[in-house]
């Protein structure tokens, strides 16, 4: 059987073996004996917000939201729909509470639509907007789940933006502090943790930048700049608010889609390169709210357009969080060590980089490795969330009816692997959401991109758990990954 090895190649072999390295049956084998294991008490979930799933937008006094409108501009929505009706969830809430149960998680996040609860965004609450919320909550601590509510994803009360200018204005962050201050106030008794704000890094730039999201502005730097700091003051007074008037002991933070900054390759002055690139491309949002200050290399580079700030503004922005959740889905940069400022390379994406079916979905696994590693360092975090990962699949109906999801299942496999790698060295991942429950409205996509455990069929509203669905519930169930 060796008779074709030369010498040479033999040895080399002999040498592997010394190293454990071609004993691949025993790998395997000491693979499946040893489940890689979560805490105890570590937090299983799975997310959706109000604009992609609720429907029922002309239902109990709801005012519009800049989604309602910018959804109904011809060309901003890729397959011209609208979440007009969405996954009726609205209605079909207690249906969907089961899908959750079914799963065997404990934990759900769900957003809060500001225009149900505020229709004008300030002044006259809606009573019946609030009690939606009262009933979902309700419904879901009888099921045994628990509710993680956000403030904000994205849907702003049109009116605000009308008025003054949605996030172009400060008097946005006054009336999302009234807001946050009524909400906490009727539902803290049930809800423990609060997330505020949802994705900056997008809502920010997609919305107001690069006319992408709603409500489809291009405005030059400087103003973008304030806006984003108009949105991290909005945070600040909302957790101020949040303790002053919810339940003692609410949990309150964010959910930032971190710029994920992840070393090519992980020698030490490369991950530290990474901890700097993650510093400076996170420092116009969790940055000023975990540093109370803008770095001094974010305010250089920007300028002229750097936010105009006042110290008791930063202040407020640094009332500190009881933790950071963070949206973790593809790479966004693969840096390595430079000897020059900022000391840091960023390198160029091949065009045959993986990806899930999203153009943007880049599969990089140890992303939700690095980033909560070098997060907890940089900023001294002890509790964070991964409140959103995830991904979209083709997702068809096979013959027999099933939605064989497998590439998803590679995905999500992959991550999670890498997130117990993580949470065993001791990074503080005390929980995850996966995204999403069920497919909903994609927002500039429609629904022709599918992110759901569940699928949905938007005519007829039938929801189909699709396997990676009972692969989830099997990771939560053991609590591990791997047999
Ligand atoms: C993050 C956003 O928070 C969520 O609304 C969106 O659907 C997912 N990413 C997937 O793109």
Redesign the pocket.
């Known amino acids: 059987m060796f008779a074709n090895l030369s010498r040479r190649s033999f040895a080399g072999l002999a040498g592997l073996a010394a190293l454990g390295m071609t004993t691949r049956a025993s790998a395997a084998e000491s693979d499946t004996h040893a489940p890689a294991r979560f805490p105890k008490d570590f937090v299983w979930g799975t ?1 959706t ?1 109000s604009y ?1 799933i609720e429907g029922a937008v002309n239902e109990d006094g709801r005012g519009k939201s800049i989604w309602d409108v910018f959804s109904h501009t011809p060309g901003k929505i890729e397959d011209g729909t609208t979440g007009d009706r969405a996954n009726e969830h609205y209605h079909r809430y207690k249906e969907d509470v089961g899908l959750i149960k079914a799963l065997g998680v404990k934990a759900y996040r769900f957003s809060i639509a500001w225009p149900r609860v505020f229709p004008d965004g300030t002044g006259q609450p809606n009573p019946q907007g609030l009690d939606f919320y009262n009933r979902l909550v309700d419904e879901l601590l009888a099921n045994g789940i628990e509710p993680y509510a956000t403030l904000y ?2 849907d702003l009360p049109q009116t605000l933006q009308d008025r003054v200018g949605g996030w172009q204005s400060s008097d946005t962050s006054k009336a999302f502090a009234d807001y946050a201050a009524y909400v906490a106030a009727r539902l803290t008794d049930r809800v423990k943790t609060i997330f505020t704000v ?2 900056v890094g ?1 809502f920010v730039n997609f919305g107001y930048g690069w006319a992408i999201d709603a409500p489809g502005l291009k405005l030059p730097t400087a103003q973008l700049n304030q806006a984003r700091h108009h949105v991290a003051l909005a945070h600040g007074l909302a957790v101020q608010a949040i303790r002053a008037s919810g339940r003692a002991g609410t949990k309150v933070g964010a ?1 930032e ?1 971190i710029a994920a900054c992840v070393p090519a390759i992980a020698t030490a002055e490369n991950i530290r390169a990474a901890e700097i690139a993650t510093r400076e491309l996170n420092a116009g949002f969790l940055g000023v709210v975990l540093e109370g200050k803008y770095t001094d290399g974010f305010l250089a580079y920007a300028g002229a357009d750097a936010p105009k700030f006042t110290t008791d503004e930063l202040k407020i922005i640094g009332t500190p969080n009881d933790f950071v959740g963070l ?1 973790i ?1 593809a790479p966004q940069f693969y840096v390595t060590a430079s000897d020059r400022a900022p000391g840091f390379h960023v390198l160029p994406f091949p065009t045959s980089f993986p990806r899930m079916n ?1 153009e ?2 880049r599969i990089g696994p140890e992303v939700i490795y690095w980033a909560p590693r070098i997060a907890a360092k940089i900023w001294n975090i002890d509790t964070i969330y991964i ?2 990962n ?1 991904a ?1 699949s083709e997702d068809k109906l096979a013959a027999d009816g099933q939605v064989y999801d497998l590439d998803r299942i590679m995905f999500l496999r992959n991550y999670l692997t890498q997130m117990q790698r993580a949470v065993a060295e001791g990074v503080p991942i005390r929980g995850y959401f996966l ?2 429950l069920m497919d ?4 500039i ?1 429609g629904y022709g ?1 599918r ?1 759901g455990l569940y699928r949905v069929d938007f005519e007829t509203q039938a929801r189909v758990p699709k396997l990676s669905a009972a692969f989830y519930r099997d990771v939560v169930a053991r609590n591990a990954i791997g047999v």
């Open positions: 997310a917000s992609q994803h994205w949802n994705e997008r959910a889609n949206n889905y999203s943007w979905l409140s959103e995830g979209s995204w999403s909903n409205f994609e927002w996509f991109k992110f």
